[in-house]
Structures are given as C-alpha cells and as structure tokens.
C-alpha cells in the first residue's frame, strides 16, 4: 500500500505535463458594471507563457491603456490604469476558451462584476 501511494505521487505531477496553457492572446471584449455604472473595453492581449504582454486596452474616456496581467490554467488575471484609476481584473476563462467572468476592483469607485467575450 505504502508503495502504491508513493507511485501515485511521483505521477501526479507527470499527468499535468501534457496540459498547456490556455492562450488568451486576441481581442477581448470586456463588459464591466460597477452597480452604477457600466462601460466597456475592447483589450488586445498578447501572451508569452503565462504572462499577459504587450497589452492594450481601450480607455472608456478615449485614448488606450497598456495592460498586464498573468494566466494560471483557465485563471487569468490583468490590470490597468485608466484616468489614474488602476482597475484589477480576476476573471475565470470558460471551456469554451472564448468567454471570461469574475470581479474587478475600481479603487475608489468600488467593485463589480465583468464579463469578456473573444472576437
């Protein structure tokens, strides 16, 4: 018994090598409500690994934003800076690869809810 659970353990991290990350590089829309207020954004993210780079984000006042971010598995999680306001978004991708919900933060302006759809 003891060996068969040593066996299990030694495989378990070999059963995740073939899983990659998902790629969320692409154009995303993103649809935010903080409860009084609703905007959205169009984000294009480029990804390198598990990292979000390189990113940028239309600013619902105009202009672009850069962003950035990381992915864990279907977690993805990315931030930027909008009239000086740093919003953090904490989102789970779908199985469809193509659709995103969560949270975000505005700082001062509150917290809400969020959901992205890839182009």
């Known amino acids: 018994m003891k060996h068969a659970i040593s066996a299990m353990l030694f ?60 992915v864990d598995g279907p977690n993805v999680k990315f931030h930027m800076t909008v009239e000086s306001n740093l919003l953090e978004f904490d989102g789970m991708l779908q199985s469809d690869r193509a659709n995103m919900t969560g949270t975000f933060s505005a700082g001062p302006m509150g917290d809400g809810k969020f959901t992205a759809k890839k182009k």
Do not use: H, R
Not at 47 to 54: D, E
């Open 11 to 70: 495989m378990l991290p070999l059963a995740t090598l073939g899983q990659s990350v998902p790629d969320v590089s692409g154009v995303w829309v993103v649809s935010a409500d903080l409860g009084t207020f609703e905007f959205e954004i169009t984000c294009t993210f480029k990804q390198a690994g598990t990292a979000l780079t390189g990113s940028t984000c239309s600013s619902p006042m105009g202009g672009n934003s850069k962003a950035g971010g990381a």
